[in-house]
């Protein structure tokens, strides 16, 4: 695996944190992940959503968690790769497949997140679905 400086590091030890919190559901866990973060952060993820919107701080991105983790299961990222844009940017493009709790689809398409980094941790993070019709569709059958 490539070492793409610190800001990768960063967002490695969010996507341990984030693996083990979908594993355990415990809030210790839950903890841990939040502490990956910049303490301002700010999530951006598609209006359309039930989870979309602008979540600030810890605490709204852990609210935006568990949204989304009461609407998705089965999350698994595919083959991600990554691109450096500056010392404080990443872009990751991967394919992520998951099911919807309501429904039982299954969806797998390409996202593309942008994720801006202050003091070593993600202060700043944009979510895009390629096709955002498809997951409410997925949730909605």
Not at 42 to 47: E, F, G, K, W
């Given at each position: 695996m490539t070492d793409y400086g610190t800001p990768f590091r960063s967002l490695m030890r969010f996507y341990e944190a984030e693996a083990k919190y979908s594993a355990s559901g415990a809030p210790r866990d839950r903890d841990l992940l939040l502490s990956?973060?910049?303490p301002e952060i700010?999530?951006?993820?598609?209006?359309?959503l039930p989870y979309g919107g602008e979540w600030r701080g810890r605490e709204g991105f852990g609210h935006w968690?568990?949204?989304?983790?009461?609407?998705?299961?089965n999350i698994e990222p595919v083959d991600p790769l990554f691109y450096t844009c500056s010392p404080d940017v990443?872009?990751?493009?991967?394919?992520?497949r998951a099911r919807a709790r309501s429904t039982g689809?299954?969806?797998e398409m390409p996202?593309?997140?942008v994720i801006r980094f202050a003091d070593d941790l993600p202060i700043e993070w944009?979510?895009?679905a390629w096709d955002t019709a498809l997951m409410l569709q997925a949730l909605r059958q």
């Open positions: 990956t973060l910049h700010v999530l951006h993820q598609p209006a359309s968690l568990d949204s989304f983790t009461q609407t998705w299961t990443l872009v990751s493009t991967v394919t992520m689809l299954r969806i996202m593309c997140q944009r979510n895009f």
